[in-house]
Structures are given as C-alpha cells and as structure tokens.
C-alpha cells in the first residue's frame, strides 16, 4: 500500500439488516447499556460487504450491512485490510445515528454513542480469544 495515496476503495451503500428493539423494564434513571459488537464480511470479486452487529442490552441490536467496491485501476488497499481496520470505524457512525434515532423516541435517555477506538476493541477481543484457545489446548493436553 502507498501511503501517499487513498486507498481506491468506494463505498457504495449501507442499510439496516435486522433491528430488534423492545423498552427494558426498568426505570429511565436505573437504564445502563453495554455496547458489544461483532463484525463480519464476505469480499466477492472486487466487492466487500461488511456487517456490523450492535448489541446494547437484550432487547436492542442491530445490524448494519455496507457495501464497498475497489475502484478500478486505483486499488491501493486490500479489501480484506480495509475490512478489518476501516470498516468498523466507517460504519459506526450509521449506528451512532440509529441508535440515537430510536431511543430519542422512548421515555429513556437519548443514547449517543460516545468516540470509541473500535481497532484497540477488535485487538482485545483477539487476545481473550487466542488466550482462551491456548488454556482449552493445555487442558485437553493435560487430560490426554
């Protein structure tokens, strides 16, 4: 990749996927969030379809489904790299908007989702997992 250059990728649209929302049964003052996300996607040729799934609390996901295309005879970054990297941070602020869309409309606080380094999140995420794989291997190396 030539840093100099931008990285001949297009995006051509994104929509919501899925969305599950129902109010929790608690108080407005007592309502707290956890934002988890997980992501996903398929390249086909020149194109990458991304997904994003958002999750706050059991009764509120969504999913978020980009569509990117590398420009012909631009191509200056991997679809694959720019799925993992650019993407997530691409595609946040479509879910920013949403959830702040619907939760303006309930008796609970309007959520606006605060700047997050989806990259650090994806890495740590790495680790547990490749953490947990290494003590799932030692503990059937100890029973064998």
């Not at 969504?62 to 679809?79: P, Q, R």
């Amino acid at each position: 990749m030539d840093k100099n250059k931008q990285p001949g990728i297009k995006f051509l649209r994104v929509f919501l996927s899925k969305l599950k929302y129902e109010l929790p049964k608690v108080k407005p003052k007592d309502f707290e969030y956890n934002l988890d996300f997980t992501d996903s996607f398929q390249i086909k040729g020149n194109r990458l379809i991304y997904i994003f799934d958002i999750s706050l609390y059991d009764r509120f996901q969504l999913e978020l489904t980009a569509v990117f295309e590398t420009i012909k005879g631009e191509e200056n970054l991997d679809l694959e790299q720019f799925a993992n990297i650019n993407a997530p941070a691409f595609i946040f602020p479509f879910a920013r908007e949403v959830i702040s869309n619907i939760t303006s409309r309930t008796p609970l606080p309007n959520l606006l989702l605060p700047p997050v380094n989806l990259i650090a999140i994806k890495n740590e995420a790495a680790k547990i997992e490749k953490k947990s794989k290494k003590k799932v291997e030692n503990k059937s190396i100890k029973k064998a």
